[in-house]
DNA sequence: CTAAATGCAAAGCATTTGCAAATAT
DNA sequence: ATATTTGCAAATGCTTTGCATTTAG
């Protein structure tokens, strides 16, 4: 299974409840806290909301995963991907990826502040195209 | 008093707890709950956290400040302003704006999309010319 | 004079922690 | 065999709420 070779690969120990959470990632793309507790007792109706944190956490730690910051709703936790950006609906609270050339931009702001940049966040908001009718 | 005229066009009630609050927020750019609190308490020993908490509120829902999340830290609450980004400094913590040609970004992700786009986020990390020395 | 803001204490929630039992390597 | 993870319950901490009093318009 594809899913525990990733979690090796990144030193997280294969437990079944961690499988689970790395296949609602790639399923769903973007998951809030709330929304994966819900998914998960689907699955393993025991799960403690204490074993979703602590493996956020440790999954955060390795950065397996990481979390997008989103005004006005709560965080979303992602596998961990190449630079991209999202796009959240304010109607609908769906989160899309898009690829976008940011390189410009990052030459732009280390000339301008003079920080030695690491990494960018670039998040848009609008309404999609399902909401727009 | 600047301020005042400030928060009038903004239909907030002027008060001295309110004037403090613009005044920290010019002087400091951007402030997280906690350290808007230990600055006012500065000023009035005797300020309720509820106080902070529901200032920033009526302040968000008339845009008169809004919110920029971090990933790492607590948010920040700034004024109102036109377009702009923010630069993190991973190490300090301080946070610096820069303008930046977003725009022509804007059009891409609109274009890719379909979102009917209303605003955005840049966030840059990295550390800042002190920390680097 | 009326409606809104303040400060305090209590209530609410999300997140974290401690610990015994179960599980992964 | 050992260290880590899990699930539960308790604890923590940030944010909100209710209410009497004060203040702004």
Redesign the interface.
């Known amino acids: 299974m594809q899913e525990i070779e990733l979690l090796k690969e990144y030193k997280l120990k294969v437990t079944p409840q961690r499988i689970a959470i790395v296949e609602l990632l790639k399923e769903h793309g973007h998951l809030s806290i709330a929304k994966m507790y819900e998914l998960m007792k689907r699955r393993f109706p025991t799960v403690s909301l204490a074993t979703i944190y602590k493996n956020i956490h440790a999954m955060m730690q390795s950065n397996f995963i ?2 997008v ?3 006005g709703q709560d965080s979303r936790y992602e596998l961990t991907q190449p630079s991209h ?1 999202h ?1 959240v ?2 109607e609908c609270g769906e989160i ?1 990826d ?5 390189s410009s ?2 030459k ?3 000339q ?18 399902e909401c ?1 009718d």
């Open positions: 990481n979390e910051k989103i005004v950006s796009v609906c304010k899309v898009v690829d976008v050339s940011g931009l990052l732009e702001v280390s301008k502040t003079q920080f030695k940049l690491e990494s960018s966040s670039f998040v848009f908001y609008g309404i999609c195209r727009l």
